[in-house]
């Protein structure tokens, strides 16, 4: 009796039980737990910077640096001593992750819902639509993503060298335009393969439009597997908005962002002689990728249907 009870209450309440299978697995613990230290970090920074009084971008050239101007290492005043214009290297981290997580989370967002849409419109329809929609991926994707960001990136400039448009935004919609191609082609295979499927042909005999179809029937058995890519894809973005920033053409100066943290201390050497200079940003970018490419293993466990759970 008690079994069948529990039973209801699993059916009555699938978002606690699917939320202890994910806990149950390792790699999702892990990958949750250093995500979340990456995320509280960021949302933390105006509180650290308020307690220790240190702006993202203000100086303190006559307590950051010594007699010889060299910057200070790491005290209680600066957890991680300060960079080469005295400021607070830890804030900056923080707000570094505030940057990438919003440069991150939206393109890969944005990328994945316009690729599942255009996988899902050419992996059903297929014939010519497909070819040509196959043919305008491989284009896409055969642009080098560093030479062509690097254009579009330096088309963002006034008169006076100011850009146009928010930097942040450029950067989103960059990295979106090189990213929804690998959710359009994962896509595409997936609505293929279900296409000739059982359930698709029963809904074409019962008479089912193709857009119930494609958003009834398709779309929620393939969602499992594009979040999983999603969380594989964030890291590569948030690597991807760091290298655009080291290169001196993502943020810009001085707003911190965790490549132009890593530019600038490769810039002035100082890192050899002072490697928390280099090790907060450093740090920082490695645990984040390191944590969601852990996290989107543990998903592919549990959400993958070709893999068993234990």
Do not use: C
Request: no cysteine; charged share 10%.
């Amino acid at each position: 009796m008690s079994i069948d009870l529990l039973g209801e209450q699993a059916e009555r309440h699938p978002l606690p039980q699917f939320a202890k299978w994910l806990w149950q697995e390792r790699s999702v613990r892990v990958g949750l737990i250093i995500v979340g230290i990456v995320v509280v970090g960021a949302l933390l920074a105006p509180l650290a910077s308020a307690l220790l009084g240190h702006g993202p971008t203000e100086q303190f050239p006559d307590v950051a640096m010594d007699e010889m101007g060299i910057p200070i290492g790491p005290s209680l005043s600066f957890p991680l001593g300060a960079d080469g214009n005295g400021r607070d290297v830890f804030v900056r981290t923080l707000y570094g992750a505030q940057i990438s997580l919003l440069v991150g989370i939206p393109a890969t967002t944005a990328a994945m819902i316009i690729g599942t849409l255009i996988g899902m419109v050419s992996g059903f329809i297929a014939g010519r639509v497909d070819r040509a929609i196959s043919q305008a991926i491989d284009v896409a994707m055969s642009f080098p993503f560093i030479v062509t960001a690097l254009s579009l990136l330096s088309l963002n400039r006034g008169d006076q060298g100011t850009p146009l448009i928010s930097p942040v935004v450029v950067v989103i919609v960059v990295i979106a335009l090189f990213s929804w191609t690998y959710f359009a082609r994962l896509t595409r295979a997936m609505v293929l393969d279900m296409r000739s499927g059982p359930m698709v042909e029963a809904s074409l005999v019962i008479g089912a439009s193709k857009t119930r179809i494609i958003f009834v029937d398709i779309l929620p058995n393939i969602l499992p597997t594009l979040l999983v890519y999603w969380a594989v894809q964030l890291p590569a973005n948030i690597v991807a908005e760091a290298t655009l920033s080291f290169l001196g053409v993502g943020i810009q100066a001085p707003v911190p962002s965790w490549g132009s943290m890593i530019a600038e201390a490769q810039r002035t050497a100082l890192y050899q002689d002072q490697p928390w200079f280099l090790a907060g940003p450093g740090l920082a970018l490695f645990l984040t990728v390191v944590g969601f490419n852990t996290l989107s293993s543990g998903l592919r466990s549990v959400l993958d249907p070709h893999q068993k759970r234990s």
